[in-house]
């Protein structure tokens, strides 16, 4: 449903006009992952923004046009910062000079695999206390439908204005890839979903005087949220899959991988997804569950979801049992080997560790009284339940002194062919040495 032709309100007409001039103040609450590559495309777009965020840190290196998000170019926010078209504050009191705000903040779940929304609910607080007419707000944190109406919308009515009369409300869930080299925050297509006609009209013209990439206009907030939650979904079932044909191909000895390929000539019908030894980020292993959590207010039990986390949860352990029967081969117990991991980033070429697999497949190890090295150029040092690793350099050396070497994040600056050449054996999660040199002992995924 689009709501293109709808006539808008007076106060509607005004903030469009401000935005489709580009002399509205865009406000963007949260300066992570989603924050910071919006308020720069923003800001390059011509607005003048403001980023707020809790943590001072984060605040004093925008301020100081120091970058600290891989999808952000580093040239790019320093001189927005320098042509003072961006600035970031921990100060709420600032969101009365902007005319629009998007809420970018985590929503984690807690230790029953709820939805935490803490965050957004402080962060619609915070805007409540200083929310005046005529003003749009857009959340753009990935939640469960019914988020935007049954939690936002009456806290900002606390303020004694009316949505959808004196201020503007909507849901847009943020898009984000890390790493990815083709889409990114200003060409990903944008959905949105506002509580009113007007809302939904006034927010899709605030992202189309900022973004290339298509508007997608939705009925309701309810349907933005769920569509984002099926999309990670999608995925989250479709890498179960692969992961249990991993599993099942290992029983019958075949190559998953050239089943895969095989399977992807088809060019109909199918989309590849691959194995490997988890799932990381802070989407597509939490996304789901906040589907499964809604799902029982309606007395629905989402089987096939909660069944695809049992598969994609299981594949660390799968990984350390490959890892000790590959070290039996050799005669040698997992207890005292040196494991040599390369890689602890969720996906290859990023610097984000948020629920990484690998940082599980290291506590089962660690268990089991095997000793960790590590190697990953884009993370140089983490702390893991108060333990502190600092990565080695991949070198023939490290390769030589492990017991094995498990390929766990497949970074395009890994030299492949000195790890095959000088590994004693190798686990290899993510195919990479398909093209490369073979030590005697390897097996993949």
């Given at each position: 449903?689009?709501?293109?032709?709808?006539?808008?309100?007076?106060?509607?007409?005004?903030?469009?006009?401000?935005?489709?001039?580009?002399?509205?103040?865009?406000?963007?609450?949260?300066?992570?992952?989603?924050?910071?590559?919006?308020?720069?495309?923003?800001?390059?777009?011509?607005?003048?923004?403001?980023?707020?965020?809790?943590?001072?840190?984060?605040?004093?290196?925008?301020?100081?046009?120091?970058?600290?998000?891989?999808?952000?170019?580093?040239?790019?926010?320093?001189?927005?910062?320098?042509?003072?078209?961006?600035?970031?504050?921990?100060?709420?009191?600032?969101?009365?000079?902007?005319?629009?705000?998007?809420?970018c903040v985590p929503t984690p779940l807690d230790a029953y695999q709820q939805p935490d929304t803490s965050y957004v609910e402080s962060s619609a607080r915070e805007v409540?206390?200083?929310?005046?007419?005529?003003?749009?707000?857009?959340?753009?944190?990935?939640?469960?439908?019914?988020?935007?109406?049954?939690?936002?919308?009456?806290?900002?009515?606390?303020?004694?204005?009316?949505?959808?009369q004196d201020f503007f409300l909507a849901y847009s869930p943020e898009r984000v890839d890390p790493g990815n080299k083709h889409f990114n925050t200003k060409n990903t297509p944008k959905v949105v979903g506002g509580v009113t006609p007007d809302c939904t009209k006034v927010a899709a013209?605030?992202?189309?005087?900022?973004?290339?990439?298509?508007?997608?206009?939705?009925?309701?907030?309810?349907?933005?949220?769920?569509?984002?939650?099926?999309?990670?979904?999608?995925?989250?079932?479709?890498?179960?899959?692969?992961?249990?044909?991993?599993?099942?191909?290992?029983?019958?000895?075949?190559?998953?991988?050239?089943?895969?390929?095989?399977?992807?000539?088809?060019?109909?019908?199918?989309?590849?997804?691959?194995?490997?030894?988890?799932?990381?980020?802070?989407?597509?292993?939490?996304?789901?569950?906040?589907?499964?959590?809604?799902?029982?207010?309606?007395?629905?039990?989402?089987?096939?979801?909660?069944?695809?986390?049992?598969?994609?949860?299981?594949?660390?352990?799968?990984?350390?049992?490959?890892?000790?029967?590959?070290?039996?081969?050799?005669?040698?117990?997992?207890?005292?080997?040196?494991?040599?991991?390369?890689?602890?980033?969720?996906?290859?070429?990023?610097?984000?560790?948020?629920?990484?697999?690998?940082?599980?497949?290291?506590?089962?190890?660690?268990?089991?009284?095997?000793?960790?090295?590590?190697?990953?150029?884009?993370?140089?040092?983490?702390?893991?339940?108060?333990?502190?690793?600092?990565?080695?350099?991949?070198?023939?050396?490290?390769?030589?002194?492990?017991?094995?070497?498990?390929?766990?994040?497949?970074?395009?600056?890994?030299?492949?062919?000195?790890?095959?050449?000088?590994?004693?054996?190798?686990?290899?999660?993510?195919?990479?040495?398909?093209?490369?040199?073979?030590?005697?002992?390897?097996?993949?995924?």
């Amino acid at each position: 449903m689009t709501t293109s032709t709808a006539v808008v309100s007076s106060l509607a007409e005004q903030l469009m006009q401000k935005l489709e001039q580009k002399t509205a103040v865009i406000g963007v609450v949260g300066l992570g992952y989603v924050g910071l590559p919006l308020a720069v495309e923003k800001a390059k777009a011509g607005f003048n923004v403001i980023g707020f965020d809790v943590q001072a840190s984060k605040v004093d290196m925008v301020n100081e046009g120091v970058n600290y998000i891989g999808d952000v170019v580093d040239d790019d926010l320093r001189e927005i910062v320098q042509k003072r078209k961006l600035r970031a504050t921990s100060d709420y009191s600032f969101i009365n000079e902007v005319d629009a705000v998007a809420i970018c903040v985590p929503t984690p779940l807690d230790a029953y695999q709820q939805p935490d929304t803490s965050y957004v609910e402080s962060s619609a607080r915070e805007v409540a206390k200083y929310l005046h007419p005529g003003m749009l707000i857009v959340l753009e944190s990935t939640t469960y439908p019914g988020t935007t109406e049954e939690l936002l919308k009456p806290i900002l009515e606390e303020s004694g204005l009316v949505c959808g009369q004196d201020f503007f409300l909507a849901y847009s869930p943020e898009r984000v890839d890390p790493g990815n080299k083709h889409f990114n925050t200003k060409n990903t297509p944008k959905v949105v979903g506002g509580v009113t006609p007007d809302c939904t009209k006034v927010a899709a013209s605030m992202y189309r005087s900022v973004l290339e990439g298509e508007v997608h206009e939705v009925s309701s907030p309810a349907v933005a949220e769920l569509e984002k939650i099926y999309e990670n979904t999608f995925r989250h079932i479709n890498i179960a899959l692969a992961n249990e044909m991993a599993i099942l191909c290992n029983k019958m000895g075949i190559d998953v991988w050239e089943m895969i390929d095989a399977a992807k000539t088809k060019p109909y019908g199918f989309m590849a997804f691959y194995p490997g030894p988890g799932l990381g980020g802070h989407c597509i292993p939490i996304d789901p569950f906040y589907l499964t959590w809604k799902a029982r207010e309606y007395n629905y039990h989402t089987r096939l979801i909660e069944l695809a986390g049992e598969i994609n949860n299981s594949m660390p352990e799968f990984v350390t049992e490959r890892a000790a029967n590959l070290l039996n081969k050799e005669g040698k117990p997992l207890r005292g080997s040196t494991v040599y991991l390369l890689g602890v980033a969720y996906k290859k070429d990023i610097n984000d560790i948020r629920e990484s697999p690998v940082l599980h497949i290291i506590d089962i190890l660690e268990e089991k009284g095997a000793n960790i090295v590590y190697s990953d150029p884009h993370i140089p040092s983490f702390k893991r339940r108060g333990k502190e690793y600092n990565a080695v350099e991949l070198a023939q050396e490290q390769l030589e002194k492990a017991d094995i070497v498990i390929v766990t994040t497949d970074h395009t600056a890994f030299d492949y062919d000195l790890i095959g050449r000088f590994a004693p054996a190798v686990l290899d999660t993510r195919n990479a040495l398909k093209n490369a040199a073979k030590p005697k002992r390897y097996e993949i995924l």
